[in-house]
C-alpha cells in the first residue's frame, strides 16, 4: 500500500478548497426530516435478519467547561445533577433499540464520545454499562474494539482503572495545543503532566491503543510553538494521533465568537504547521493513513490500509466499517444498511420523545444506486489512495468512464497537475495528492455543487 506523502506548496495552494470531510456520503448536509423512526425500525429488522455485527456509538453531550474552538454538539454545565435524567433516558433508548436486534448480534466495536463521557460519575459509567451489557451482545476481555474519549483534566488513575474494568481498551485523549498562551485563547487549560499521567495510567492499565488529538490553526500559535507540542506529544508514543485544521466559522458554532480572529495564525503560518508536523511524525515512524490521521506501522488502522481493508464512517477512520453502526444519545448518527439516521440535537426534545416511548430520530437519508455507488468509489479513494475501476464496474454494472464523463476532464486536469495518475482502469493518487484527497472526492460528490462550500472546513 502507498505510504508516503510529499509536500507541494503549489499544488496545497491550487487545490486546498473547502469541502466535506466524508466520513459518509451522501454527507449528513443531505439529511432530512422525510426519515423517522420507521425507517429506523425497518432497517434494525433487516440488521437483526442478516445477523450482522454491531458499532455502537454512545454520545454523552455534557461538559462542565466550554472549549471556544469546540463544534460539537454539547451542554456547558458545572452542574452533574443533569447526568442522571439524561442517562435514564438514554437507557430507554437502548432498550427501545436493542428489542429489534438479536443477541446473536456482536458489538465488534463500542465508542463513547461528546461532549465528556467521564463527565459521568464512576456508578453513572457503572450503570451504563450494565445497561448495555444487559441489552446488547458486547464481548468479553479484549476480543472488542472498545474506546472512549477523555479529557484529561476529567480523569484521574482510578477513573482509567474503572474504564479498564468496564470493559474498554481504547481511549482517545483531547490535547489540541500544550502553549499555555494558546490555550488560555479556547479556554481551555490542561497541563503536559496531566496528559502524561493519563498515557501512563493507560499502559499500566494494558489499554490496547492511546490516540491523542491536536488542532493546528488556533488563535496565538506558530509554527515554533506547535513545533513544540508535537514534539512532547511524540515523547508519549500514542499509537495513533489526529492533527486536524480548526476550522473558525463563528456563524455556525456560537462558542467560536469568543476568540478573536486577529489571533488566528496567516494561512502560510498554518501551512508551516501542518508541513512542519507531518516531517516531525514522518522521522518518528508514523505513518500517514489520511484525512489528519497518523498512526504507528503496528497499529491496527495501518495494518488495515495495507491490506486493503480500511473504511470510514461516522467515527473516523475505521477496520469496522463492515458492521452497523448504530449512534445512541442526543445528536447521535447511525449507518445501518442503505440507512443513514440521526437523532434530534436538542436534549430537551431528545428527552421528551422518549418519555413518550418513541426513538428520537428527526432525520436521515436512505441511499439510492447512484449514492451506493459513489460512496463506493469516495471509500476507496479516501482509505486506499488508489481505485480500480473494475471492481466498481462489477459490483454497480457500469462502465466507469461512461459513468463520470462528466468529471473525466477534471481528473485529466488533476493527473496533469501530478495530483492523481489516471488511466483507462484505475487512479493512483500520488504522494503529492494524498493530503488533498478531499479534493479528488469532491469530484464524484453529486451533491456538493448545489451546496454552500460556507459549511465545510478547507482541506488543509
Given at each position: 500500500?502507498?505510504?508516503?506523502?510529499?509536500?507541494?506548496?503549489?499544488?496545497?495552494?491550487?487545490?486546498d478548497?473547502?469541502?466535506?470531510?466524508?466520513?459518509s456520503?451522501?454527507?449528513?448536509?443531505?439529511?432530512?426530516d422525510?426519515?423517522?423512526?420507521?425507517?429506523?425500525?425497518?432497517a434494525?429488522?433487516?440488521?437483526r435478519?442478516a445477523?450482522?455485527?454491531l458499532?455502537?456509538?454512545?454520545?454523552?453531550p455534557?461538559?462542565?467547561?466550554?472549549?471556544y474552538?469546540?463544534?460539537c454538539?454539547?451542554?456547558?454545565?458545572k452542574?452533574?445533577?443533569?447526568?442522571?435524567?439524561y442517562?435514564?433516558?438514554?437507557?430507554?433508548?437502548?432498550e427501545?433499540?436493542?428489542?429489534?436486534?438479536?443477541?446473536k448480534?456482536?458489538?465488534?466495536?463500542?465508542?463513547f464520545?461528546?461532549?465528556?463521557?467521564?463527565?459521568?460519575?464512576?456508578?453513572?459509567?457503572?450503570?451504563?454499562?450494565?445497561?448495555?451489557?444487559?441489552?446488547?451482545?458486547?464481548l468479553?476481555?479484549?476480543?472488542?474494539?472498545?474506546?472512549?474519549e477523555?479529557?484529561?483534566?476529567?480523569?484521574?488513575?482510578?477513573?482509567?482503572?474503572?474504564?479498564?474494568?468496564?470493559?474498554f481498551?481504547?481511549?482517545?485523549l483531547?490535547v489540541q495545543?500544550?502553549d499555555?498562551?494558546?490555550?488560555?485563547a479556547?479556554?481551555?487549560?490542561q497541563?503536559?503532566?496531566?496528559?502524561?499521567?493519563?498515557v501512563?495510567?493507560?499502559?499500566?492499565?494494558q489499554?490496547?491503543?492511546?490516540?491523542?488529538?491536536l488542532?493546528?490553526?488556533?488563535?496565538?500559535?506558530?509554527?515554533?510553538?506547535f513545533?513544540r507540542?508535537?514534539?512532547?506529544?511524540?515523547?508519549?508514543?500514542?499509537?495513533?494521533?489526529?492533527?486536524?485544521?480548526?476550522?473558525?466559522?463563528?456563524?455556525?458554532?456560537?462558542p467560536q465568537?469568543?476568540i478573536?480572529?486577529?489571533?488566528?495564525?496567516?494561512?502560510?503560518?498554518?501551512?508551516?504547521?501542518?508541513?512542519?508536523?507531518?516531517?516531525?511524525?514522518?522521522?518518528?515512524?508514523?505513518r500517514?493513513?489520511?484525512?489528519?490521521h497518523?498512526?504507528?506501522?503496528?497499529?491496527?488502522?495501518a495494518?488495515?490500509?495495507?491490506?486493503?481493508?480500511?473504511?470510514?464512517?461516522?467515527q473516523?477512520?475505521?477496520?469496522h466499517?463492515?458492521?452497523d453502526?448504530?449512534?445512541?444519545?442526543?445528536?447521535?448518527?447511525s449507518?445501518?444498511?442503505?440507512?443513514?439516521?440521526?437523532?434530534?440535537?436538542?436534549?430537551?426534545?431528545?428527552?421528551?420523545?422518549?418519555?413518550?416511548?418513541?426513538?428520537?430520530?428527526?432525520r436521515?437519508l436512505?441511499?439510492?444506486?447512484?449514492?451506493?455507488?459513489?460512496?463506493?468509489?469516495?471509500?476507496?479513494?479516501?482509505?486506499d489512495?488508489?481505485l480500480?475501476?473494475?471492481s466498481?464496474?462489477?459490483?454497480f454494472?457500469?462502465?466507469f468512464r461512461?459513468?463520470?464523463?462528466?468529471?473525466?476532464?477534471?481528473l485529466?486536469?488533476?493527473a496533469?497537475?501530478k495530483?492523481?495518475?489516471?488511466?483507462?482502469?484505475?487512479?493512483?493518487?500520488?504522494?503529492?495528492?494524498?493530503?488533498?484527497?478531499?479534493?479528488?472526492?469532491?469530484?464524484?460528490?453529486?451533491?456538493l455543487?448545489?451546496?454552500?462550500?460556507?459549511r465545510?472546513?478547507?482541506?488543509?
Amino acid at each position: 500500500m502507498p505510504t508516503s506523502i510529499r509536500w507541494d506548496t503549489d499544488l496545497i495552494r491550487r487545490y486546498d478548497m473547502a469541502g466535506p470531510r466524508y466520513t459518509s456520503y451522501p454527507t449528513a448536509v443531505q439529511f432530512h426530516d422525510g426519515v423517522g423512526s420507521f425507517d429506523l425500525l425497518h432497517a434494525l429488522r433487516e440488521s437483526r435478519k442478516a445477523l450482522r455485527s454491531l458499532s455502537l456509538y454512545v454520545h454523552v453531550p455534557f461538559c462542565a467547561n466550554i472549549c471556544y474552538y469546540c463544534a460539537c454538539n454539547k451542554v456547558i454545565t458545572k452542574d452533574r445533577g443533569r447526568a442522571l435524567p439524561y442517562l435514564e433516558r438514554l437507557e430507554k433508548e437502548i432498550e427501545l433499540v436493542a428489542c429489534h436486534l438479536d443477541q446473536k448480534q456482536v458489538v465488534e466495536q463500542l465508542h463513547f464520545g461528546g461532549g465528556t463521557p467521564t463527565f459521568l460519575s464512576h456508578d453513572e459509567l457503572r450503570r451504563l454499562m450494565k445497561c448495555l451489557r444487559t441489552h446488547f451482545h458486547l464481548l468479553d476481555g479484549n476480543l472488542g474494539d472498545y474506546s472512549i474519549e477523555i479529557d484529561p483534566r476529567e480523569a484521574d488513575w482510578s477513573t482509567m482503572g474503572l474504564l479498564r474494568e468496564l470493559g474498554f481498551n481504547r481511549v482517545s485523549l483531547g490535547v489540541q495545543d500544550l502553549d499555555p498562551d494558546v490555550q488560555r485563547a479556547v479556554n481551555r487549560l490542561q497541563s503536559l503532566e496531566e496528559t502524561r499521567a493519563i498515557v501512563e495510567a493507560a499502559r499500566t492499565l494494558q489499554y490496547r491503543s492511546v490516540n491523542i488529538d491536536l488542532i493546528y490553526g488556533l488563535p496565538k500559535q506558530t509554527p515554533e510553538s506547535f513545533a513544540r507540542t508535537v514534539r512532547e506529544i511524540i515523547a508519549l508514543q500514542p499509537d495513533r494521533l489526529s492533527i486536524f485544521n480548526y476550522a473558525h466559522l463563528p456563524e455556525r458554532f456560537l462558542p467560536q465568537r469568543r476568540i478573536n480572529a486577529a489571533d488566528l495564525p496567516a494561512p502560510g503560518d498554518k501551512l508551516a504547521m501542518l508541513h512542519d508536523s507531518i516531517e516531525q511524525l514522518t522521522a518518528a515512524g508514523y505513518r500517514y493513513i489520511g484525512m489528519d490521521h497518523f498512526a504507528l506501522p503496528d497499529d491496527e488502522l495501518a495494518m488495515a490500509q495495507e491490506d486493503g481493508s480500511l473504511q470510514r464512517n461516522f467515527q473516523g477512520y475505521t477496520t469496522h466499517g463492515h458492521c452497523d453502526l448504530i449512534g445512541l444519545g442526543v445528536s447521535a448518527i447511525s449507518q445501518i444498511g442503505d440507512l443513514y439516521s440521526q437523532n434530534d440535537s436538542d436534549i430537551a426534545r431528545y428527552q421528551n420523545t422518549l418519555d413518550q416511548d418513541q426513538l428520537a430520530t428527526c432525520r436521515g437519508l436512505v441511499c439510492n444506486d447512484d449514492d451506493r455507488l459513489r460512496r463506493a468509489v469516495i471509500q476507496r479513494l479516501i482509505c486506499d489512495f488508489q481505485l480500480e475501476f473494475t471492481s466498481i464496474e462489477k459490483t454497480f454494472g457500469i462502465v466507469f468512464r461512461d459513468y463520470f464523463a462528466d468529471v473525466w476532464p477534471s481528473l485529466e486536469q488533476m493527473a496533469s497537475d501530478k495530483l492523481i495518475q489516471l488511466s483507462d482502469t484505475r487512479i493512483d493518487v500520488l504522494p503529492a495528492g494524498r493530503l488533498l484527497v478531499r479534493s479528488v472526492c469532491m469530484l464524484f460528490d453529486r451533491y456538493l455543487p448545489q451546496q454552500s462550500t460556507k459549511r465545510f472546513s478547507r482541506v488543509i
